[in-house]
C-alpha cells in the first residue's frame, strides 16, 4: 500500500485491525457481517477482511490445520440497530444469551444502561453486542 504524505498523524493508539482465526474464513466473515449488518471486503492476502466502520477490520483468517481457540470480541453498536441484530440471529436460528457464561438462552441484559446479547460465531468464537460501553474504574 503506497504511504500517503497527506494523511493526518496517528496521535492515540488505536486498534487498527485484528486476526480472527476460522475453520471457513468466509461463513465465518459473512456470519458476522451478516448479524452486524455489515458487508465482507475483498480478500487481502490470505485474509479476508469485515471492516467494522470505524477504522478496524476483523481479518479472518483460515486455519485448518489445528483447533481453534475460541476468543472473545465484543462490538458496541447502534442502539437503534440492536434489535434488527438480535432479528438477524433469531432469522439465521442462533441462540444467544445475557450472560457471558452463555446459560441464560434467549435473554439480553441491561448492563450499565444499555443492552447487551452473547453469541457464538460457527468456530466457537464468543460474540457480544452492546449499546452502552463498560464503565471501567
Excluded at 77 to 91: C, H, K, N, S, Y
Amino acid at each position: 500500500m503506497p504511504y500517503d504524505q497527506h494523511q493526518q498523524p496517528v496521535t492515540a493508539v488505536q486498534l487498527n485491525h485484528t486476526n480472527v482465526y476460522a475453520t471457513d474464513q468466509r461463513l465465518s466473515a459473512e456470519f458476522i457481517a451478516e448479524v452486524l449488518g455489515l458487508k465482507v471486503s475483498a480478500p487481502a492476502g490470505p485474509f479476508l477482511p469485515v471492516d467494522l466502520g470505524n477504522g478496524v477490520t476483523l481479518d479472518y483468517y483460515e486455519k485448518r490445520d489445528e483447533p481453534i481457540q475460541a476468543q472473545h470480541y465484543a462490538f458496541l453498536v447502534p442502539d437503534d440497530q440492536f434489535d434488527a441484530m438480535i432479528a438477524r440471529l433469531d432469522a439465521i436460528r442462533v441462540t444467544y444469551y445475557a450472560d457471558p457464561r452463555l446459560t441464560d438462552a434467549g435473554r439480553i441484559n441491561h448492563l450499565f444502561g444499555g443492552r447487551g446479547a452473547y453469541f457464538t460465531d460457527p468456530d466457537g468464537h464468543v460474540m457480544e453486542i452492546i449499546t452502552r460501553p463498560y464503565i471501567r474504574r
